[in-house]
């Protein structure tokens, strides 16, 4: 039984070693997939908003048709009008990438003089 413990911590140990290695820094290429990946999901939010902005009118104007037909009169509470997106273009979101990146880091301090 101990043996069997004193197995599974080295294992353990020798697994948490290798999860806690340093990953390698990301290339310009993969920093502007990235951005352009952020780009694309951000348009798709905002397509789904107005998307769902425009599902939500669609019902409510049934419901007041079908409210009006029965001699009902509803006053509809007023909202802003939906905003429908561009279109998605990738090249822009490509452009875009690299004023999106961090800045550059700035040079080390020079060591101090000797004497």
């Keep these: 039984m101990i043996a069997r413990t004193l197995v ?7 697994a948490s070693g290798a999860a806690l ?3 390698p820094a990301a290339t310009d290429a993969q920093k502007t997939a990235a951005a352009a990946g952020a780009a694309k999901a951000a348009y798709g ?3 789904g908003a107005y998307q ?3 599902s939500e009118n669609r019902v409510a104007a049934k419901y007041l048709a079908a409210e009006k037909a029965k001699g009902k009169t509803i006053t509809p ?3 802003k009008p939906c905003d429908k997106p561009a279109p998605f273009e990738a ?3 490509a452009a875009a990438a690299p004023a999106a990146a961090p800045a550059a880091k700035p040079p080390a301090p020079a060591a101090a003089a000797k004497k």
Aim: glycine share 0%.
């Design 8 to 14: 599974a911590a080295a294992v353990v140990a020798v």
């Design 21 to 23: 290695a340093k990953l």
């Design 45 to 47: 939010d905002k397509m």
């Design 52 to 54: 769902l902005c425009e």
């Design 77 to 79: 509470q007023l909202t």
């Design 91 to 93: 090249a822009a979101a």
